[in-house]
Nanobody, 124 residues
């Protein structure tokens, strides 16, 4: 059993940056691919970034965040991160991490575990 807890969400101005953290407990994350998802009010959930397990580490991004967001993991700390730069109002959403299956087409599939999420609001 893996518990995932996100943190780092905040209110930030357009063009600003945030780093989201995903802390895992209960078991090691090493064998899991981890994805970040977001969901804005009235919109469908969207997978935005994914990183393969600790033995691979390949990274995947959807077009709307590529070049602005960076996903990473620190298996020694049992953590995953999402560095978000050049934030836009349309990035406003609840962001959560989950164990997942990564794919090139952005259709990341949640597997066993997900967190509750953290709110990111981009507004002036």
């Amino acid at each position: 059993q893996v518990q995932l807890v996100e943190s780092g969400g905040d209110l930030v101005q357009p063009g600003g940056s945030l780093r989201l953290s995903c802390a895992a407990s209960g078991s090691t994350l090493y064998y899991y691919a981890i994805a970040w998802f977001r969901q804005a009010p009235g919109k469908e959930r969207e997978g935005i970034a994914c990183i393969n397990d600790g033995g691979d580490g390949s990274k995947f991004y959807i077009d709307s965040v590529r070049g602005r967001f960076t996903i990473s993991r620190d298996d020694a700390k049992n953590m995953a991160y999402l560095q978000m730069n050049s934030l836009k109002p349309e990035d406003t959403a609840v962001y959560f991490c989950a164990t997942a299956i990564c794919s090139f087409d952005g259709q990341y599939h949640i597997t066993d575990y997900r967190g509750q999420g953290t709110q990111v609001t981009v507004s002036s």
